[in-house]
């Protein structure tokens, strides 16, 4: 499948030395992901029907327990351990309300530890045995099966419930990201959706109006060309193929905006998912047009965007610019600040535009990206009810305000709006306030809330892949059934490893 | 040289251009670096090749930001440690496999000898979880323990030691010398500028640990210099002076130490190959 | 208890304090691990490795079939055939360069040498700045994208075609330093008699130099090769500050070591089939050195 191209090269000079690979060339290898299976791995193509697995969520009262009080009775500052995976600009201002919580109080001390990000913080929270692990983590959208399955969570549901504590305010999509069979796993932190960065002096030169940038896929086809005819940019969109940006949102994204479930088992929550469905002919419609915008010169694409930042750094390119790009909504701090440091040569901060994420039909919604905050269970109720009340901080409406106007992200709660500074920031600065909206108008339903899957990471370094191949060239259908097995392959063998 | 007749001057005058188009070659990369980590932000992507702007904020700011000075406190405490430990096992696994009669000495240096064939990369799965059940990820022991002994030194010592008479050892036993008197007054001081070769070669690899580091430390006061720098690394990009600012600091300590002990480092890195 | 047996035991008590520390080490952190990724790779394991169950012997032979490690050994095996050429080549070439008594050669030495100073870590860093194809030097300076506009689109790092290699040079470049001290030193190790007299039976500058200098260079350079193959089979570092294993989706720089513990392999939580990757490239790397030591028929050893 997806490594195919290389193997026609395998009889090289040195096959003496290698004897041992190439001994087996011959044999046409499968995925690395079926080895040791002797059944046939699951296929989506109708034979092996989904047998739904029990649906019998898991109730909050087999789940570890959540008692707020205990703190009250807890003597002499509790200490607790927070991994986070923040870097640069994010990584200060956490640090910053972190100084705040710790300053405000005397009976919780919380220390911050960066793992470098979301894969190595997940990664090394997999690895370490029960004795060392953290008090609280920071965890991606994409982590939610995999800690789940690891029984080493007290869900903050369980301390919801048992504060009584208010969530009326919150934006449902946030809490439902994070909401699967039942129970309310992880308490949304720092949320944010991709969103349409443009350049608009390069809509100006075009001939565009600066203020109405693309929403859907024909717009959005439109004005590239506008904008590669006129020479305003050599391409009018930007896109790149990272399974932590474009690779996962083509799909994931796309298909939530259409209601559209990405796997069975209502997106994975109500029982955890056994297919993918994105090979559907959603998937072939949607990518096929992706590629015909990059074959026709009006996309470019940066590849799989290794420095996490490859797609807005073509914007400032100064021999080849494209006009616009997706990226995600955190990265609008940074940008500005970027641009207002001179990077790019003669824009200014007010010429980045940002609007929703383009998509099929304009409708507006996005998923929910960035990460969730999860209480380990340790064991010990005080530290549970410690974190509980750490959690609530960094929650509540004003330190959700903050957090907001300083990096970019979304609030998860509306209360947060009426507050300073966001509350300034959002009045003086729409830009902040897109991907706000946008999350807000979504429809809230199983398939636009978007998919929970065990091997979630693993899985969009798949469609990230295919619809990198499919970028270069490849045929679409192929391509995406070819991932789609791949997919349920990794599917079946984390069912059947962590069942 | 008398017997050299050939005309020198052209042929000295190539040699010279060779060996200046090389060197600039291979201090380009060095070059670049130096000049983003003097130039302020927004003149790092303008004329990257010319230093036309100076300031040492960057620097300073990598030191404070990257928390450096600590990163390099601990690449140096375990690499310290690691270097001690591993001259001294290799001194007494070497002695013992040469002077000492104890059974199935054959087997055990045998074993010595296998896990010089088992890279470091198979273990670490393994040695990850080891590690962690002793409660030793984020110490120093974690970060050293694994490394504190080797079969490479043994061997390179034991092929000293051999060289040695055996009736010099049957002597000194009869003299009352004892094999501790033995290793002091001879064995060692015979030994010592291998020593000192492989010291900086077991120096040198701790210092460069990359994947270990980054494996087992959860917690950023413990970060060695390496897995400090991918820190720094996936902290922003659209920083790149800030980087490369990190990548001088990182680099100046361990030219310190060569240019210091650049004996050793020859015959270090030329150890294995004059033993044979 | 006869003397002989005496004596073979007498020594008993002190070897087990000289050996104990050693052999306590190696036999924890080398040989039980060595053994338990044996045993593992033959497990499924859920994505904590706290349950594994055995699925059979024959996922190693799966594994081995596999297209990801079939691709993975082939990238590492293309890795190798750049790194080890060209960087013994460079290196003999700067050693026999430097190797004569003139003006300044000390900083010329010092220069060629000074790339032994930069960690992994440090030359990565320095590489992926010349090479991004954004904010990188390279893609900075005009007159070079005209003449080779990958470097900017889509990026050195980023194009399937000069990714391994990209990441190559700057592997060859971190390891230069080390390869000219060595050649350097095996050099001043031959007699200059030896080349004197070949001078004398009117040998040329060229023959001279393969037939008296590169034979008399062999086991210095069979200790290079060794280092610099181990190396490269190893090579992890660079790969994960440079591409990630990436461009997808050939996964054009995805090694055997990254395929184990890159971010991204797509087998990132699975214990089982990490520890079977990792159990036969050390067996591929046994079969190597076991060529290497063989097919130059000289027993040198290198260190970890």
């Given amino acids: 499948m997806n490594m195919r191209t290389t193997k026609t090269r395998k009889n090289a000079a040195f096959v003496a030395l290698m004897a041992i690979a190439v001994s087996a060339c011959g044999g046409g290898g499968g995925s690395i992901v079926d080895s040791g299976t002797t ?93 060392s ?43 439902d990201q994070y909401f699967t069979e039942g129970v309310q796993w992880a308490m949304p932190f720092n949320v944010s959706d991709p969103v349409l960065y443009y350049n608009k002096k390069a809509f100006e030169a075009a001939g565009l109006d600066p203020e109405t940038p693309p929403t859907s896929l024909e717009e959005l086809r439109t004005m590239s060309q506008t904008i590669v005819d006129s020479g305003a940019a050599a391409f009018g969109l930007a896109l790149d193929t990272g399974a932590d940006s474009g690779g996962g949102w083509f799909l994931e994204q796309w298909f939530a905006k259409l209601g559209e479930p990405f796997s069975d088992n209502d997106n994975g929550r109500t029982a955890p998912s056994t297919k993918v469905l994105f090979d559907n002919q959603t998937g072939v419609d949607l990518l096929t ?69 383009p998509g099929p039909g304009g409708a507006p919604g996005a998923i929910v990206g960035g990460a969730s905050l999860w209480i380990v269970d340790n064991g010990d109720a005080v530290k549970t009810a410690a974190s509980w009340d750490f959690v609530k901080f960094l929650v509540s409406a004003q330190t959700q305000s903050t957090w907001a106007a300083a990096t970019g992200y979304v609030p998860v709660r509306s209360t947060a709006l009426d507050l300073d500074p966001v509350k300034t920031t959002y009045a003086e600065d729409p830009r902040f306030r897109v991907a706000y909206d946008q999350l807000g108008e979504a429809a809230d339903s199983p398939a636009s809330v978007g998919a929970i899957l065990g091997p979630q990471r693993e899985i969009r370094n798949i469609t990230a892949q295919a619809i990198a191949t499919i970028l270069q060239g490849a045929q679409v259908d192929t391509t995406l059934k070819a991932a789609a097995n791949a997919a349920n392959s990794l599917l079946a063998d984390y069912l059947a490893s962590n069942g | 040289m008398a017997l050299d007749t050939t005309p020198k001057g052209w042929r000295s005058w190539v040699r010279y251009a060779l060996l200046i188009v090389m060197a600039i070659i291979i201090l380009f ?14 003149r790092v992507l303008r004329n990257p090749l010319v230093p036309d702007s100076f300031t040492l904020d960057v620097l300073g700011d990598a030191w404070t930001q990257g928390r450096l000075g600590r990163y390099l406190w601990n690449s140096a405490v375990v690499a310290v440690i690691v270097t001690a430990f591993q001259l001294i096992t290799s001194i007494a696994s070497a002695y013992a496999f040469s002077f000492l009669r104890f059974p199935l000495k054959r087997f055990f240096f045998a074993i010595f000898m296998a896990t010089l064939l088992v890279p470091f990369e198979v273990t670490l799965l393994i040695n990850r979880r080891t590690v962690d059940s002793l409660g030793w990820l984020n110490t120093y022991q974690g970060l050293a323990v694994p490394f504190l002994a080797t079969a490479f030194g043994t061997f390179l010592l034991r092929q000293v030691f051999m060289q040695i008479p055996k009736d010099l050892n049957e002597a000194a036993s009869m003299d009352g010398l004892g094999h501790w008197g033995f290793m002091r007054e001879v064995a060692v001081p015979l030994v010592r500028p291998t020593l000192g070769a492989l010291g900086l070669f077991s120096f040198l690899a701790s210092w460069n640990q990359y994947l270990w580091p980054t494996m087992i430390t959860t917690e950023d006061d413990m970060n060695t210099i390496q897995s400090g720098l991918r820190l720094l690394r996936s902290s922003d990009l659209d920083k790149p002076n800030l980087i490369m600012a990190g990548t001088i600091i990182a680099a100046v300590p361990i030219l310190v130490v060569l240019v210091v002990f650049q004996r050793q480092l020859v015959r270090g890195l030329t150890a294995g190959a004059v033993k044979g | 208890m006869s003397g002989a047996t005496k004596r073979r035991w007498r020594d008993v008590p002190l070897a087990a304090v000289m050996l104990g520390p050693s052999l306590v080490v190696l036999v924890a952190f080398v040989l039980y691990p060595l053994g338990r990724a044996v045993w593992l790779g033959q497990q499924r394991c859920n994505v904590q490795a706290t349950k594994c169950r055995s699925v059979g012997w024959g996922q190693y032979t799966d594994v081995l079939m596999s297209n990801e490690f079939q691709s993975a050994v082939w990238v590492t095996v293309k890795f190798a055939l750049i790194t080890v050429p060209v960087g013994l080549a460079l290196g003999i070439g700067l050693a026999v360069l430097a190797d004569k008594h003139m003006r300044h050669i000390g900083f010329f030495r010092t220069v060629f040498s000074s790339t032994v100073a930069t960690s992994v870590a440090v030359a990565s860093l320095m590489w992926l700045f010349l090479l991004q194809p954004s904010v990188g ?25 000069t990714a391994l290699s990209s990441v190559a040079i700057s592997s060859i470049w971190a390891n230069l330093g080390f390869t000219f001290i060595i050649i350097t030193a095996g050099l001043q ?20 130099f393969t037939n008296v200098t590169l034979p008399l260079l062999g086991p210095t350079l069979l200790f290079t090769t060794v280092v610099l193959t181990s190396r490269a089979f190893q090579a992890y570092g660079e790969i994960d500050l440079l591409t990630n294993g990436g461009p997808v989706p050939q996964q054009s720089t995805t090694t055997v070591t990254y395929l184990i513990y890159g971010s991204s392999s797509i087998i990132k939580s699975n214990e089982g089939l990490k520890a079977a990757v990792a159990v036969l490239l050390f067996v591929i790397l046994l079969g190597l050195s076991a060529l290497q030591f063989r097919g130059l028929g000289k027993r040198v050893h290198y260190g970890s």
């Fill in chain 3, 137 to 161: 030097v390279l893609a900075n300076i005009g007159w070079l994208n005209d003449i080779f506009p990958v470097i900017k689109e889509p990026g050195l790092l980023n194009d399937k075609g």
């Fill in chain 2, 29 to 42: 990369p060095i070059y670049t670096t130096i000049v983003a980590s003097l130039k302020p932000g927004n």
């Fill in chain 1, 289 to 357: 047009e992706l590629q015909s915008l990059v074959d026709d010169g009006l996309a470019y694409n940066v590849g799989d965007n290794a420095s996490g930042q490859d797609a807005l750094l073509k914007l400032a390119d100064p021999d080849k610019p494209a006009a616009m790009t997706i990226a995600t909504s955190a990265a609008l701090g940074t940008v500005l600040s970027v641009v207002a440091a001179g990077t790019i040569a003669g824009v200014g901060v007010n010429d980045i535009g940002v609007g929703p994420m």
């Fill in chain 1, 133 to 175: 692990l953290p008090d609280l983590v920071q965890a991606p959208e994409y982590a939610v099966q995999v800690l789940n399955d690891t029984d080493s969570n007290v869900p903050v549901g369980a301390c919801i419930e048992a504060d009584a504590y208010d969530t009326s305010d919150f934006q449902a999509k946030a809490l």
């Fill in chain 1, 39 to 131: 059944e046939a791995p699951a296929t989506s193509d109708g034979g092996s029907s989904t047998e739904a697995p029990s649906t019998s969520a898991a109730p909050l009262s087999e789940l570890p327990p959540c008692d707020p009080t205990a703190l009250d009775g807890a003597d002499g500052t509790v200490e607790l351990t927070f991994w986070h995976g923040m870097n640069g600009e994010l990584e200060k201002s956490l640090v910053a309300l972190t100084d705040e919580y710790n300053a405000s109080q005397t009976k919780v001390k919380i220390s911050l530890e960066n793992q470098g990000g979301y894969e190595q913080t997940l990664d090394k929270y997999l690895q370490s045995g029960s004795g």
């Fill in chain 3, 189 to 208: 190790g031959i007699p200059r008699e030896l080349q004197e007299s070949a001078f004398v039976d009117g040998a040329g500058g060229w023959r001279r």
